[in-house]
């Protein structure tokens, strides 16, 4: 029995024991004796019940400790399963963090890479452009391509020689009966050393373009041969197009002006991209109208043929209808023929004389 049972147990006793010794000075030693048998049995009814009831309280104490030390390990084994997943979690995380810097820095050294790959080509072809026939070909190479992507190869020629002055012009285009000169040769050297310089090098730039433009206007422009009273000034690139147009020349005016005043009109690849892309329109237009003239031809001369069939329709029908008369008359005559016949079967004399059975056919 547990503690706070023997202490009720000795306050029960001791409560009892005073009782006794009070009613000692009073009470018959007989009554003394059934007085101590009845509270004998009080207190034994007393400690079994106190002792009933505590352990009752004890088995509820031991059965709720159980229950709580079961929740206890269950948190705990909860907060374990948490603990082991929030760990896998994290490690999770590291390995995707760990793999994605590692597509990083293999991505950086391939932009690296690439850069110095960039950085390689760009030195091999500023050596590769480092002369002004290298820079021309490449010109003649561009415009070349660009004839091929707008136009039909039957509508260009690369290399032109005019027969009246042996010049050699790099691209005629074709436009009917007329021919388009352009020229690819730009003076890009002097473009060159205006970057390198600066604008002290824009009047020897100016200098040089128009010097072309007028090469070009000599040599290209000859109406006498077919061609346009204008030529085109093929410049193969943007950015030296458009410091062409920037350029100012206190004598000439600007630069653009100044081309254009020879008949010689600058293209930069967008825009002369454009000028073949109306080209090809007219091309298309001329081919339209050259198959709507051959049409017009076969109609005419489907009509000469309906003309003549119609004829030969008439005569046919004058035949048969004349074919006709013939048969119907050559019809009488023959049932005239065949009641002459019949006549002189029978022995009657015939109505009319033979000969006037079957004249002559009328001519």
């Known amino acids: 029995m547990s503690g706070p049972v023997w202490l009720a147990v000795g306050a029960i006793a001791i409560g009892v024991a005073a009782a006794i010794a009070w009613f000692a000075g009073r009470r018959s030693d007989a009554q003394l004796s059934s007085l101590r048998q009845e509270v004998q049995t009080t207190i034994a009814s007393q400690a079994q019940a106190v002792g009933s009831q505590m352990n009752h309280l004890v088995q509820t104490v031991t059965a709720q400790l159980g229950q709580v030390r079961q929740e206890l390990h269950s948190g705990v084994a909860a907060s374990g399963k948490l603990a082991s997943d929030a760990q896998t979690a994290i490690a999770q995380q590291l390995q995707a963090s760990n793999e994605a810097i590692r597509r990083i820095s293999q991505q950086i050294g391939e932009v690296q890479q690439a850069g110095r790959d960039l950085s390689q080509t760009t030195q091999t072809l ?44 790099d691209a005629i285009v074709r436009t009917g009966e007329h021919l388009l000169p352009i020229d690819s040769k730009f003076p890009l050297e002097a473009y060159r050393r205006l970057v390198e310089t600066g604008e002290e090098s824009r009047r020897e730039f100016s200098q040089a373009v128009r010097k072309h433009a007028d090469s070009i206007a000599d040599k290209y422009i000859l109406p006498a041969e077919c061609t346009y009273d204008f030529a085109l000034m093929f410049v193969p690139s943007e950015g030296v197009f458009y410091e062409l147009l920037m350029t100012h020349d206190s004598k000439s005016g600007m630069l653009d002006e100044y081309c254009r005043s020879k008949r010689v009109f600058p293209v930069s690849p967008n825009t002369i991209y454009v000028v073949l892309s109306a080209v090809a329109v007219s091309l298309k237009e001329q081919k339209v109208a050259e198959n709507a003239r ?32 013939t048969y119907e008359e050559v019809t009488t005559r023959l049932d005239r023929a065949r009641n002459f016949l019949e ?7 015939p109505e009319e004389a033979p000969r006037t059975l079957f004249p002559m056919p009328r001519e």
């Open 343 to 349: 006549q002189m079967s029978e022995g009657a004399a």
């Open 294 to 325: 051959h049409l017009l031809a076969c109609l005419s001369g489907l009509v000469r043929q309906l003309e003549n069939v119609a004829d030969m329709h008439a005569r046919l029908g004058s035949h048969l209808r004349h074919s006709q008369q």
């Open 126 to 169: 500023q050596t590769v452009l480092g002369g002004a026939k290298t820079r021309g070909i490449l010109g003649e190479i561009a415009l070349e391509r660009m004839l091929e992507d707008a136009l039909p190869r039957s509508a260009y020629d690369t290399q032109f020689r005019f027969a009246s002055t042996g010049a050699v012009v």
